[in-house]
């Protein structure tokens, strides 16, 4: 079973960490790949390029069992669609079970993706949720959680993809914005990330301004 947490990642930071750890443990999956995106879709496009942000990745995760980086959207250029990144996970891993992971928030739009529906013929979907939250209110998004809830991990575990499976995790408020903030302004992000992030932010001085 392999998780998808895709983003930005300009930094990454323990908000991150910890939900991919928690889903991860949660949901019972055999590792999570972090996928930087190469050129935003819906936001703004990052500050530092894609080899640094695959850099800070790679510090942060290092030594963790299950996490690895994974930078095919850095190398196919162009626009990072979550559903071409998909298909290619897809080529690579034939029936396994993909399961991408999504915060509450951004499922909230999610009818609103690139092609939603070819997503849920790709992979399943792991929404990450703060427990107690689960305001899912578009009649449209009611009838595809109706449709397609798995109630058990058990379901995305046997199924290769088309379920959604809601995930409760400890949800940190740590933003990537407020992170390049502060550090622009000369102030310390020390233990909103790991060290080794730290680190590699110093030592190539991203984010001073
Ligand atoms: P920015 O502040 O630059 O928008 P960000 O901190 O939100 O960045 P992204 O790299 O854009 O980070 O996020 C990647 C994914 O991680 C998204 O799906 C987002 O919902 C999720 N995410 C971001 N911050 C947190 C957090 N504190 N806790 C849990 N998930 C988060």
């Known amino acids: 079973m392999i998780g998808i947490f895709g983003g930005t990642f300009d930094p990454i930071h323990y908000g991150h960490l910890r939900t991919a750890l928690e889903v991860m443990q949660g949901a019972g999956l ?7 995106l190469h050129q935003a879709v819906h936001r703004e496009q990052p500050v530092v390029g894609g080899r640094s942000r695959l850099q800070m990745i790679r510090a942060a995760i ?8 994974d930078d095919r959207e850095l190398r196919r250029q162009g626009e990072s669609y979550t559903v071409d990144t998909l298909g290619s996970l897809r080529a690579e891993f034939g029936d396994r079970s993909i ?3 999504v915060g509450g928030d951004a499922f909230r739009e999610f009818l609103t993706w690139h092609r939603p529906l070819e997503i849920l013929d790709l992979a399943n979907l792991i929404v990450m949720q703060r ?6 209110s578009d009649p449209s998004l009611q009838a595809l959680i109706s449709e397609r809830k798995a109630e058990h991990s058990e379901l995305i575990r046997q199924q290769p993809a088309g379920r959604i499976f809601f995930q409760p995790v400890t949800q940190l408020e740590i933003s990537a914005t407020r992170i390049r ?4 302004a000369g102030a310390s992000a020390r233990y ?7 680190r ?3 030592k190539n001085n991203h984010y001073s301004g």
Do not use: T
């Open 200 to 202: 590699v932010i110093q």
């Open 30 to 36: 055999d590792e999570v790949r972090f996928i930087p």
């Open 181 to 184: 903030a502060m550090v622009a």
């Open 192 to 198: 909103l990330m790991p060290e080794a992030v730290l």
């Open 99 to 101: 399961c991408l992971i």
């Open 131 to 136: 427990p107690g939250h689960s305001d899912f």
């Open 62 to 69: 290092r030594g963790q069992p299950g996490f690895v980086a």
